[in-house]
């Protein structure tokens, strides 16, 4: 009898943390990615970090699509010794911007004014890419490509659900065990 009771008490414990997991998201998921620059020519040769995290609940996975402040985008880039972020770039709030072909990351698209550039082509700033110019005040038009930029996905944020379906599972085994003792 009281194993019967154990396994109805641990049968319910797992339907429930398994509910809390499998439900849908109240809000959208937040993807991190790193990216390293490897600046090969110029007057600052050398590797240098950032990472940047958005939200993807607006992404479609169809065609080409941007990403930017109003979508949670957060840049941190270390360049020579200087932490930048979002709102160092030249166009805050437009920009910078994250950019997407049929949900594939092409990269950002990031102006530091009198410093860099990070995108596809200094002629079409709006389009994030894998490029890495060295820029005379903000004018595009002054740009040297001087390096490359590459980018690794890093552990998607838990939801809050999954979360709590975890604590909740959690709780039940110590419940459990406890009441074994």
Same mark, same amino acid.
């Given at each position: 009898?009281?194993? +019967?009771?154990? =396994?109805? #008490?641990?049968?319910?414990?797992? +339907? @429930?943390? /398994?509910? +809390?997991?499998?439900?849908?998201? !109240?809000?959208?998921?937040?993807?991190?990615?790193? =990216?390293? /620059?490897? *600046? !090969?020519?110029?007057?600052?040769?050398?590797?240098?970090?950032?990472?940047?995290?958005?939200? &993807?609940?607006?992404?479609?996975?169809?065609?080409?699509?941007?990403?930017?402040?109003?979508?949670?985008?957060? @840049?941190? %880039? $270390?360049?020579?010794? !200087?932490?930048? !972020?979002?709102?160092? $770039? %030249?166009?805050?709030?437009?920009?910078? /911007? #994250?950019? =997407?072909?049929?949900?594939?990351?092409?990269?950002?698209?990031?102006?530091?004014? &009198?410093? =860099?550039? @990070?995108? &596809?082509? *200094?002629?079409?700033?709006?389009?994030?890419?894998?490029? %890495? %110019?060295?820029?005379?005040? *903000? &004018?595009?038009?002054?740009?040297?490509?001087?390096?490359?930029?590459?980018?690794?996905?890093?552990?998607?944020?838990?939801?809050?659900?999954?979360?709590?379906?975890? +604590? @909740?599972?959690?709780?039940?085994?110590?419940?459990?065990?406890?009441?074994?003792?």
């Amino acid at each position: 009898m009281k194993l +019967a009771r154990s =396994f109805g #008490v641990a049968t319910v414990a797992v +339907a @429930i943390s /398994v509910a +809390a997991v499998g439900a849908k998201p !109240t809000q959208a998921a937040l993807v991190n990615y790193g =990216f390293t /620059v490897d *600046a !090969t020519s110029g007057d600052n040769p050398g590797q240098y970090y950032g990472s940047f995290q958005y939200e &993807d609940s607006t992404l479609t996975g169809i065609g080409e699509e941007t990403l930017g402040i109003s979508n949670g985008l957060s @840049i941190s %880039f $270390d360049y020579l010794g !200087t932490q930048y !972020t979002e709102t160092s $770039d %030249f166009d805050y709030p437009l920009s910078p /911007v #994250v950019s =997407f072909t049929n949900g594939n990351l092409l990269g950002l698209s990031y102006l530091v004014e &009198d410093q =860099f550039f @990070i995108g &596809d082509n *200094a002629g079409n700033p709006n389009r994030g890419g894998t490029k %890495f %110019f060295s820029i005379l005040s *903000a &004018d595009l038009l002054s740009a040297t490509e001087v390096g490359t930029v590459s980018y690794s996905k890093g552990q998607p944020v838990p939801e809050p659900m999954t979360l709590s379906g975890i +604590a @909740i599972a959690g709780m039940m085994g110590l419940w459990l065990k406890r009441k074994k003792k």
